[in-house]
């Protein structure tokens, strides 16, 4: 005991007391506080340690200071801060379920605004615990047990110190990426950044990339936009006078189809035909199908592709625009767009949780109404693979939001279980036979695919049962490739292809993912248009009967005779009707015919080289100008007629329940939502699924509706 005495007695001891006190409540409220989504043993293992290194590289800081009295009080109020942070990160995370960031904090008014009258309810009983330690150290220090040590610390050792905390970050960062590859170079997630690293390394991470946007957002002026409204002009695709408005006043139902590749479609394995629904859909004359459509996503994969849709401008060039930018840029985006032009109600659903690829953020700047993330679900031990929750749970337990949405409503669903590693439970699998390709992940997608199938086979099924279907345009999409190119050779004899033969031409053309626009009366067919990503926004608005010229959109409708069929690839490689234009390692183009795949010397041919440079000029200044408008964040500066800027301040996603049900009492007689339209009787009971978890039916999701009545009864 005495031996303890004597090493709290010292500066290095004390330092240490105050390191442990510190991890030790970090723990509790990872634990406690945070849903940090921790699997395996490694990332628990991961989750414990990553608050040492942080605290032990802060509070070495006090160690240089010479005076003694001096270096205790900067160790303390180093403390105080740190316990500060944890803290206000708890009640942050209560309110928000996101992490202080620079600019929450350096806004700190604004967010105590925010949490408003809250504030104070916020605090729960177990948050005494967060003060225990304070109470020891008093006591410690009170009795005598600690005493302050007089004598100067060697430099050497604060040195060591500091060098111990940099090389415990080290370690840390190291099993980090490995379980997490990437982890800071696509910050995937606010949440993962502290899960991996901890509090202090997410703040300092966001602190720096706050300070850099900051930076190149302060150059810009609002006559930057000249540049960018003149080149708009030019690259305006009016709209195709048969097919604008077809939609007008119809809902909206976008289904993201995670990781799907045009390849699937009408592709047969073992004999059996992979996804019947989407080939029947795909087929349909009702349907307008696309079959040179690309995925243009960056590294900002699921995030990227919801951009352009969302936008009409491209991801970065690294990382995620929605994570990098999306808490704080001006958006004009469908939502918004929608719900202002033509009354729109807007909502997104999704099983993983919220704050991945900071969708919460984004989706309030972006204008939109609802977002039912994976805390508006159920959920069991077995309810959620790696990215959230099964297809078919997610879309049939979206059925209870669905109806209470006013009409008409654009609403999409992002679907998860095709995600990479593409591993379905047994049970999931109707029997149907994986290829047998020695390569596992190109098997299962296969499986994975086919389960999406079914799902969207079930939920069309419900949407024709309760009408839906009948008021809706709804539009599909793959959201980029889920086999990588070092997976293709695998996949070749699957396609009829060697893999000796399988070249850069073969990887481009597996970018391809569907496009299918189907509604009701129609005129569909397969259309050959080449088109990608950047597209999708001034095809859908011009559908829906919105002009587009004023807004900031790079694409052009997909269905307009002006449109551009130059498909822009996010590294700067394109693909036009009749070549494709890929870079070797060098940076020099490589040029394939598209028809034959045969790559063209360019030198031979020297017409070709030129049309090729001047394409490669029209490529690199479009992404420039899509990179110039979102780094600089030009759209603050930009408001088109008639279109009121979002504000994100007006929204929240936290009682999604009360506010569908607090819309439809305040409208009464005149609510349009499909349950009031419906006499007030839910239609769930005419979801269909076969998901295992739910025995055939989900009696589950009606009993919500009787909450949703309930709490309706209540407020009367
Ligand atoms: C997770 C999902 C996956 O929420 O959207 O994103 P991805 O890894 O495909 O970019
Ligand atoms: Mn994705």
Same mark, same amino acid.
Not at 66 to 79: A, H, T
Not at 212 to 223: F, H, K, L
Not at 645 to 657: L, R
Not at 685 to 698: K, M, Q, V
């Given at each position: 005991?005495?031996?303890?005495?004597?090493?709290?007695?010292?500066?290095?001891?004390?330092?240490?007391?105050?390191?442990? +006190?510190?991890?030790?409540?970090?723990?509790?409220?990872?634990?406690?506080?945070?849903?940090?989504?921790?699997?395996?043993?490694?990332?628990?293992?991961?989750?414990?340690?990553?608050?040492?290194?942080?605290?032990?590289?802060?509070?070495?800081?006090?160690?240089?200071?010479?005076?003694?009295?001096?270096?205790?009080?900067?160790?303390?109020?180093?403390?105080?801060?740190?316990?500060?942070?944890?803290?206000?990160?708890?009640?942050?995370?209560?309110?928000?379920?996101?992490?202080?960031?620079?600019?929450?904090?350096?806004?700190?008014?604004?967010?105590?605004?925010?949490?408003?009258?809250?504030?104070?309810?916020?605090?729960?009983? #177990?948050?005494?615990?967060?003060?225990?330690?304070?109470?020891?150290?008093?006591?410690?220090?009170?009795?005598?047990?600690?005493?302050?040590?007089?004598?100067?610390?060697?430099?050497?050792?604060?040195?060591?110190?500091?060098?111990?905390?940099?090389?415990?970050?080290?370690?840390?960062?190291?099993?980090?990426?490995?379980?997490?590859?990437?982890?800071?170079?696509?910050?995937?997630?606010?949440?993962?950044?502290?899960?991996?690293?901890?509090?202090?390394?997410?703040?300092?991470?966001?602190?720096?990339?706050?300070?850099?946007?900051?930076?190149?957002?302060?150059?810009?002026?609002?006559?930057?936009?000249?540049?960018?409204?003149?080149?708009?002009?030019?690259?305006?695709?009016?709209?195709?006078?048969?097919?604008?408005?077809?939609?007008?006043?119809?809902?909206?139902?976008?289904?993201?189809?995670?990781?799907?590749?045009?390849?699937?479609?009408?592709?047969?394995?073992?004999?059996?035909?992979?996804?019947?629904?989407?080939?029947?859909?795909?087929? *349909?004359?009702?349907?307008?199908?696309? *079959?040179?459509?690309?995925?243009?996503?960056?590294?900002?994969?699921?995030?990227?592709?919801?951009?352009?849709?969302?936008?009409?401008?491209?991801?970065?060039?690294?990382?995620?625009?929605?994570?990098?930018?999306?808490? *704080?840029?001006?958006?004009?985006?469908?939502?918004?767009?929608?719900?202002?032009?033509?009354?729109?109600?807007?909502?997104?659903?999704?099983?993983?949780?919220?704050?991945?690829?900071?969708?919460?953020?984004?989706?309030?700047?972006?204008?939109?109404?609802?977002?039912?993330?994976?805390?508006?679900?159920?959920?069991?031990?077995?309810?959620?693979?790696?990215?959230?929750?099964? $297809?078919?749970?997610?879309?049939?337990?979206?059925?209870?939001?669905?109806?209470?949405?006013?009409?008409?409503?654009?609403?999409?669903?992002?679907?998860?279980?095709?995600?990479?590693?593409?591993?379905?439970?047994?049970?999931?699998?109707?029997?149907?036979?994986?290829?047998?390709?020695?390569?596992?992940?190109?098997?299962?997608?296969?499986?994975?695919? #086919?389960? +999406?199938?079914?799902?969207?086979?079930?939920?069309?099924?419900?949407?024709?049962?309760?009408?839906?279907?009948?008021?809706? !345009?709804?539009?599909?999409?793959?959201?980029?490739?889920?086999?990588?190119?070092?997976?293709?050779?695998?996949?070749?004899?699957?396609?009829?292809?060697?893999?000796? $033969?399988?070249?850069?031409?073969?990887?481009?053309? !597996?970018?391809?993912?569907?496009?299918?626009?189907?509604?009701?009366?129609?005129?569909?067919?397969?259309?050959?248009?080449?088109?990608?990503?950047?597209?999708?926004?001034?095809?859908?608005?011009?559908?829906?009967?919105?002009?587009?010229?004023?807004?900031?959109?790079?694409?052009?409708?997909?269905?307009?005779?002006?449109?551009?069929?130059?498909?822009?690839?996010?590294?700067?490689?394109?693909?036009?009707?009749?070549?494709?234009?890929?870079?070797?390692? $060098?940076?020099?183009?490589?040029?394939?015919?598209?028809?034959?795949?045969?790559?063209?010397?360019?030198?031979?041919?020297?017409?070709?080289?030129?049309?090729?440079?001047?394409?490669?000029?029209?490529?690199?200044?479009?992404?420039?100008? %899509?990179?110039?408008?979102?780094?600089?964040? +030009?759209?603050?500066?930009?408001?088109?007629?008639?279109?009121?800027?979002?504000?994100?301040?007006?929204?929240?996603?936290?009682?999604?329940?009360?506010?569908?049900?607090?819309?439809?009492?305040?409208?009464?007689?005149?609510?349009?939502?499909?349950?009031?339209?419906?006499?007030?009787?839910?239609?769930?009971?005419?979801?269909?699924?076969?998901?295992?978890?739910?025995?055939?039916?989900?009696?589950?999701?009606?009993?919500?509706? %009787?909450?949703?009545?309930?709490?309706?009864?209540?407020?009367?």
């Amino acid at each position: 005991m005495n031996k303890l005495k004597y090493i709290l007695s010292k500066r290095l001891g004390f330092m240490s007391l105050l390191i442990f +006190l510190l991890w030790i409540k970090t723990i509790i409220a990872y634990y406690l506080d945070f849903s940090l989504g921790v699997s395996d043993p490694l990332q628990h293992l991961i989750l414990i340690i990553n608050p040492i290194a942080t605290a032990v590289i802060l509070l070495s800081i006090a160690l240089y200071i010479n005076r003694s009295k001096v270096s205790y009080i900067v160790i303390g109020v180093i403390y105080i801060l740190e316990s500060i942070l944890l803290y206000g990160n708890i009640l942050y995370y209560r309110e928000f379920s996101d992490f202080l960031s620079f600019n929450t904090i350096a806004g700190a008014t604004k967010v105590s605004k925010g949490l408003g009258s809250s504030a104070t309810n916020l605090i729960q009983s #177990h948050d005494f615990i967060y003060d225990l330690d304070f109470i020891i150290i008093a006591i410690l220090l009170l009795t005598h047990y600690i005493k302050i040590d007089p004598r100067p610390m060697r430099k050497l050792t604060a040195i060591a110190t500091t060098f111990l905390g940099i090389f415990l970050f080290s370690f840390n960062l190291t099993i980090a990426e490995c379980n997490r590859p990437q982890l800071l170079g696509r910050t995937f997630d606010r949440a993962y950044i502290v899960k991996y690293l901890g509090l202090n390394t997410f703040l300092a991470y966001d602190s720096i990339k706050t300070v850099q946007n900051n930076q190149v957002r302060s150059e810009a002026v609002g006559t930057d936009m000249d540049d960018v409204l003149s080149y708009l002009n030019q690259n305006y695709a009016k709209p195709n006078p048969s097919y604008y408005g077809k939609a007008k006043g119809k809902n909206i139902i976008v289904i993201h189809l995670e990781s799907f590749q045009q390849f699937l479609i009408n592709d047969k394995v073992n004999g059996q035909e992979v996804t019947p629904f989407l080939n029947s859909l795909y087929n *349909d004359k009702n349907t307008m199908s696309f *079959d040179n459509f690309y995925h243009e996503v960056g590294q900002g994969k699921t995030s990227d592709a919801e951009n352009m849709l969302e936008t009409g401008l491209f991801g970065l060039p690294e990382g995620s625009l929605f994570s990098k930018l999306g808490s *704080d840029n001006t958006f004009q985006a469908a939502p918004a767009i929608l719900g202002q032009k033509e009354g729109y109600t807007s909502a997104v659903f999704h099983g993983n949780i919220g704050s991945f690829w900071n969708r919460d953020n984004v989706y309030k700047n972006m204008g939109y109404n609802y977002f039912f993330d994976s805390s508006y679900f159920n959920k069991t031990a077995d309810s959620s693979l790696e990215y959230g929750m099964k $297809d078919k749970l997610m879309l049939s337990e979206s059925a209870k939001y669905l109806e209470q949405l006013q009409q008409p409503f654009y609403a999409k669903f992002i679907t998860v279980t095709n995600h990479y590693p593409f591993e379905l439970p047994d049970e999931d699998n109707d029997g149907f036979q994986a290829p047998d390709t020695g390569n596992s992940a190109v098997n299962n997608y296969f499986l994975t695919a #086919h389960y +999406l199938d079914n799902a969207l086979k079930e939920f069309f099924d419900y949407l024709k049962s309760s009408g839906i279907y009948d008021n809706s !345009m709804i539009v599909l999409y793959g959201d980029h490739y889920g086999l990588s190119n070092s997976q293709n050779p695998d996949l070749a004899p699957l396609l009829g292809v060697d893999a000796n $033969d399988w070249t850069d031409f073969n990887n481009s053309q !597996m970018q391809k993912v569907p496009f299918m626009v189907h509604m009701k009366g129609l005129k569909g067919g397969i259309n050959h248009t080449y088109g990608g990503e950047i597209d999708v926004l001034p095809t859908l608005l011009h559908l829906a009967g919105i002009n587009t010229k004023q807004y900031v959109e790079l694409g052009t409708d997909l269905l307009s005779k002006e449109h551009k069929q130059i498909v822009i690839f996010r590294n700067k490689n394109f693909i036009t009707p009749n070549y494709t234009v890929l870079k070797d390692s $060098d940076g020099n183009p490589e040029v394939f015919k598209n028809k034959t795949g045969e790559q063209i010397d360019l030198d031979q041919n020297p017409v070709l080289k030129q049309k090729v440079a001047k394409w490669q000029k029209y490529v690199n200044d479009k992404l420039k100008l %899509s990179d110039t408008i979102n780094n600089k964040n +030009l759209l603050r500066f930009y408001t088109p007629s008639g279109f009121t800027p979002v504000d994100p301040k007006n929204q929240s996603y936290q009682n999604e329940i009360q506010k569908l049900v607090q819309t439809r009492d305040q409208l009464g007689l005149k609510s349009t939502s499909v349950y009031s339209q419906n006499n007030d009787k839910s239609t769930t009971d005419l979801y269909n699924t076969d998901a295992p978890e739910l025995n055939g039916d989900r009696t589950d999701i009606d009993s919500w509706s %009787s909450i949703l009545k309930d709490t309706n009864d209540s407020s009367k």
